[in-house]
């Protein structure tokens, strides 16, 4: 809902409750200057928020709630697709090993180093 952010009483107001507060202003057949007095906003930050949600820049975040809906699987789609992800495995695959040898190789020079000036 909202949370008081400092001393002087900022109200942040989570994304959910600015969209509830718009769809509501755009279902009911009542002015917005009505609706924040009731919500205890001002007609202002209504009238903003309803800009900023025709703007798009209201995006809800994502919630754990579980969709009754089939959703996609996220798998590649056409022939291409998969032959990109398989080859991109690979490189995947083969860049961890390269990136394991280097480790290695840097651990294996700095032994060496350390040796070479105890002796």
Same mark, same amino acid.
């Given at each position: 809902m909202a949370r008081i952010l400092c001393k002087e009483r900022v109200v942040e107001y989570s994304i959910d409750f600015k969209i509830s507060v718009v769809q509501l202003t755009d279902r009911l057949g009542v002015k917005v200057t009505q609706i924040a007095e009731v919500l205890g906003l001002h007609p #202002?930050? #209504?009238?903003?928020? +309803?800009q900023e949600y +025709? &703007?798009? %820049?209201?995006?809800? %975040? =994502? $919630? +754990?709630k579980i969709s009754m809906t %089939? &959703?996609? $699987?996220?798998? =590649?789609? $056409?022939? %291409? &697709?998969r032959s990109e992800l398989v080859r991109l495995r690979k490189e995947v695959i083969a860049l961890r090993k390269e990136n394991s040898f280097l480790k290695k190789w840097e651990r294996y020079l700095k032994d060496?180093? +350390?040796r070479d000036s105890d002796s």
């Open positions: #202002v930050m #209504v009238y903003r928020w +309803r +025709r &703007e798009g %820049k209201f995006i809800a %975040k =994502p $919630t +754990r %089939k &959703e996609q $699987t996220g798998q =590649p789609e $056409t022939a %291409k &697709e060496q180093k +350390r």
